[in-house]
């Protein structure tokens, strides 16, 4: 039986439950994040921040199939990198983070089908910018070198709104790569591209979370649609988006 993906928007904290459950699965069983002692990957901002929750109707033994969150402010994107510009420029900015899909569910309409409802709860609170932090596996910016160079080269972000890695374990990213290094870049910041955001300058190596990540700043007068409008004629799909 196809997907029919069920999407809502909670603070509720069984809902939470679920996905910080999945969280771990992803981030932890996955990728090899510092696992918490109760089993369930999360921080202090989880509290205060909108949950998006998807799930298959079609298969609800499986729970949540993916989440994000979003909330007011960028103190985690803070903790790596300088967003002193995009905050000079006075306008509304909401966190977008902690994304993740089930193993089931990736290549397919899930990713952009969840980025969608972020998108529309953006426009719904009145946010100008959207920033966030996104990750490729392993805390070693080497490994990613090319898709990094290649990704700076077609999506730097304008100085006037630039973010920019600090800290110890920030890692300069500058030098060229071919277009077919694109084939590194993780789903997720594909995603964010296709939407219209663009990133930061510089990585940073995130040793606890066991990822190379980025910041990617989305301007919502920029958001493309095209790709993440295809999903309403999706068959057997569905999209509720309860704030």
């Not at 990198?81 to 993740?100: H, Q, V």
């Not at 006037?160 to 500058?174: L, S």
């Not at 649609?225 to 999903?231: D, E, I, K, Y």
Request: include cysteine; hydrophobic fraction near 45%; glycine fraction near 10%.
């Amino acid at each position: 039986m196809p997907p029919r993906l069920s999407l809502t928007v909670t603070r509720d904290p069984g809902d939470i439950r679920a996905a910080r459950a999945l969280r771990h699965a992803v981030f932890v069983g996955e990728m090899g994040a510092t696992p918490r002692p109760d089993g369930l990957e999360g921080d202090a901002f989880d509290g205060d921040r909108d949950h998006l929750i998807l799930r298959d109707l079609a298969h609800p033994e499986r729970g949540v199939v993916g989440t994000m969150r979003l909330g007011a402010g960028a103190r985690y994107t803070d903790r790596e990198f300088d967003l002193s510009a995009l905050r000079a420029t006075g306008w509304p900015l909401a966190e977008i983070g902690r994304a993740c899909i089930h193993k089931a569910y990736r290549g397919g309409a899930a990713g952009l089908y969840l980025f969608r409802g972020a998108l529309d709860l953006a426009r719904s609170r009145r946010i100008q910018i959207l920033v966030g932090t996104a990750s490729f596996p392993g805390a070693d910016a080497a490994r990613h070198a090319a898709a990094l160079c290649r990704l700076r080269i077609e999506a730097l972000a304008p100085e006037r709104i630039r973010p920019v890695a600090r800290g110890v374990d920030a890692v300069e990213v500058a030098g060229f790569a071919p277009r077919s290094a694109m084939r590194g870049v993780p789903a997720l910041i594909k995603t964010y591209l296709r939407a219209g955001a663009r990133i930061g300058d510089g990585a940073f190596q995130d040793r606890d979370f066991n990822t190379t990540d980025i910041c990617m700043v989305l301007d919502m007068e920029r958001v493309r649609l095209p790709a993440l409008a295809r999903l309403s004629g999706l068959q057997d799909t569905q999209n509720r988006v309860v704030g």
